[in-house]
């Protein structure tokens, strides 16, 4: 026997698969996170969307004559259209409230009203399902301050069957 070896120590080779191992780890945790960042939040996405979706309708407009300006919807028109969920996702107190009171006024049937909390979605927007967009499209006329349009994600399932309406800005 050796003297001077110590018996309490790990031989070179074992600390070296260690490290391999904790490498091997690192690495699944990174192309785990990157696979992850691009599925991305449901409501991220729609509100990206909605961005390109207002940005190519201000676009048409601005093709328009300036002198035909849309009129904002009767209540006849707005009778048959689905109920609006109005859900303040900003930092004014009381502006979904704000907004409905408006709503109500132009013959909207409005339903829930009340906060959202998410970080996804930063200005206001009108999420519908795919039967809705005519409707999403007319109330997007009457929206103090403008709204952009988006498709609804899965995710959001706050307000089911209901226009919902998210407001940050008046």
Do not use: H
């Amino acid at each position: 026997m050796k003297a001077d070896r110590e018996t309490n120590r790990l031989p070179l080779r074992a600390g070296a698969m260690v490290l391999f191992a904790i490498a091997v780890v690192c690495l699944l945790l990174g192309t785990l996170q990157l696979t992850k960042s691009d599925e991305g939040d449901p409501l991220e996405k729609a509100a990206q969307s909605a961005k390109a979706a207002a940005s190519s309708s201000a676009s048409q407009e601005a093709g328009e004559e300036s002198s035909s300006a849309a009129p904002s919807s009767t209540p006849s028109d707005v009778a048959d259209m689905p109920q609006v969920c109005v859900l303040n996702i900003g930092n004014i107190s009381g502006l979904a409230a704000e907004v409905a009171d408006e709503l109500k006024a132009k013959g909207y049937q409005v339903g829930d009203v009340g906060n959202l909390q998410t970080q996804s979605v930063d200005e206001n927007t009108i999420f519908f399902t795919g039967d809705q967009r005519a409707a999403a499209e007319k109330l997007q006329k009457d929206i103090p301050g403008g709204a952009s349009l988006a498709e609804r994600p899965d995710a959001f399932t706050r307000c089911p069957g209901d226009l919902a309406l998210t407001v940050m800005s008046r």
